[in-house]
């Protein structure tokens, strides 16, 4: 248990569907991250936020939509998702933008 | 941009000492990290280097070259619950990490 919590565990969804992934961390961190893991590749960076603030989008497709309405939650939004979106979708957060980072367990994904 | 290299995968047996080497190219360099990841987990700190030299933390240490671009984990007194996939991650001004693509660690009894 780090401390970072994230919902669904699992998550189905068709190509035209709309939905949402939520991340809520209760250790008092400024900043907040969203990852994607795929199979056999690295982690990859997907958005940063610092203090409520994007500061990073990795040239990440539109149709992944970020929301930060507080530096505790971090939202996902989701729609008309390709089957290559099928992936975990991991959520981190830390102290000052910097240092050690807590991620939380992961939504797996599947798009149908 | 950033890359970094680390072998995809290690197999080593219990009690034995093992050593996963990290290089990476970067255009921005604040800290190399370690982080441990078991199947279905999500990925745990082990380790930051942000200068050369040789930090440890029980039974784990890291090891940084900034002039190599290197550096390195070490395992010692393996133990089967230390079978894991380990990252390396370059942190840049704005603690945005690009991770390695794991090694696997296998422990053997």
Redesign the interface.
Known sequence: ETGVTQTPRHLVMGMTNKKSLKCEQHLGHNAMYWYKQSAKKPLELMFVYSLEERVENNSVPSRFSPECPNSSHLFLHLHTLQPEDSALYLCASSQDWGGEQFFGPGTRLTVL | GQS?EQPSEVTAVEGAIVQINCTYQTSGF?GL?WYQQHDG?????LS?NALDGLEETGRFSSFLSRSDSYGYLLLQELQMKDSASY?C?V?NA?????????TRLMVKP
Do not use: D, E, Q, R
């Open positions: 970094l604040y990290s987990g999500a990925p745990t700190f930051y990252f991650a942190g704005g603690n945005m990490l690009t991770f390695g693509g794991g």
